[in-house]
DNA sequence: GCGTCCAGGTCTACC
DNA sequence: GGTAGACCTGGACGC
């Protein structure tokens, strides 16, 4: 689908803000999507506006400390005003532009992990998905399986339902919507995808969401552990997947994490994954607080430079 | 080449 | 309420 220029706006967020550290992570997480491409401090990418497909260019005007972000806007047909406004909010809630790391960094700095972190990503804010939905399918599909397969599904599903648009001489391909996923016969979608048992819990969830889940601006603004609560109602959504999908309410430890926080807080990777989880994971907590999802978050983007630091071999994504 | 294990968890039947 | 076992698939590993 070819999407025209219908307008624009520009952010600013709230320095420290560096635009490539926010939108293009170290440890290679999107920021909408995985189709989204990424040259000279400009971020092509596209999200979905009420199933509408939105093209998105996004380039960084200002510095670290004078950030400022100008957005172009593609779509198929103009926008009304209220839907850019809509739009506007969106992008700014989902770089968090809003987010002022310096309560975040003033504790980090007294901490022996955590200070090399912020010091190396430094003005790096933390975004947010902005579909439920492809949330949900991330986390299903990073269950019980390595991140290579984990990364197989979901481009599967992209290339079979995803849908690709153009602007700005550049193809960026969105994830399906809820709504296409739940017409699905869930075994069929499964071998389609090679999904395995995902299938049916991610065409159960899409069911759901189409009735009338909440949305992700709305999980977002309950109290953490009652959007927890919401999403495990959620098929194939558990405690791990709950703290993908709402991050700031958790501390996501699992196969691959328990060996990195394990070594970190106990100079040694555990011996029995499963077993540690919820140990690693409360060490956490205890340790962190309410910070204990910004400091998974730093720790898991500069896995390179925080074992150079502190002389330990941290096993990379 | 073949068999086994287990991976960026969750659900459910059973006690 | 707690827990063992099943669930898809495929790469890694030992033999």
């Given amino acids: 689908m070819r999407l025209r220029v219908r307008g624009g706006f520009e952010i600013v967020p709230v320095p420290p803000f560096d635009f490539r550290l926010t939108v293009r992570k170290p440890a290679g997480w999107d920021l909408f999507t995985s189709g989204e491409s990424f040259a000279d401090a400009t971020l092509w990418t596209g999200l979905r506006q009420e199933r509408r497909p939105i093209g998105l260019k996004l380039r960084s005007l200002g510095t670290v400390e004078r950030p400022r972000v100008l957005v172009n806007v593609y779509a198929a047909r103009n926008l009304a005003e209220v839907d850019e406004q809509r739009l506007r909010k969106t992008v700014s809630v989902c770089l968090g532009a809003d987010q002022d790391l310096k309560e975040f960094y003033d504790f980090a700095l007294k901490d022996e992990i955590l200070r090399h972190v912020v010091k190396s990503l430094y003005g790096m804010h933390d975004t947010q998905a902005a579909s439920l939905f492809n949330s949900v399918i991330l986390a299903i599909c990073l269950q019980m399986a390595r991140l290579k397969r984990s990364n197989d599904m979901m481009e599967a599903i992209n290339r079979r339902y995803g849908e690709t648009i153009e602007f700005d001489g550049k193809k960026v391909m969105l994830q399906p919507d809820a709504g296409r996923i739940a017409k ?134």
């Fill in 184 to 317: 699905l016969d869930p075994k069929s979608f499964a071998k389609e995808c090679n999904l395995g048992y995902r299938g049916k819990y991610i065409v159960s969830a899409a069911k759901m969401i189409e009735s009338g889940f909440p949305a992700i601006d709305e999980i977002m603004r309950m109290p953490p552990d009652v959007a927890k609560e919401k999403l495990v109602e959620l098929p194939g959504i558990g405690d791990y997947a709950a703290d993908i999908i709402n991050p700031h309410a958790g501390f996501p430890i699992d196969a691959w994490s328990v060996d990195v926080f394990g070594l970190l807080f106990f100079g040694k990777e555990p011996e029995n994954k499963r077993e540690a989880i919820e140990k690693v994971k409360q060490e956490g907590i205890r340790r962190w607080g309410k910070w204990s999802w910004m400091a998974f978050f730093y720790v898991a983007q500069d896995l390179q430079n925080l074992s150079r630091r502190l002389g330990v071999k941290l096993r990379l994504q």
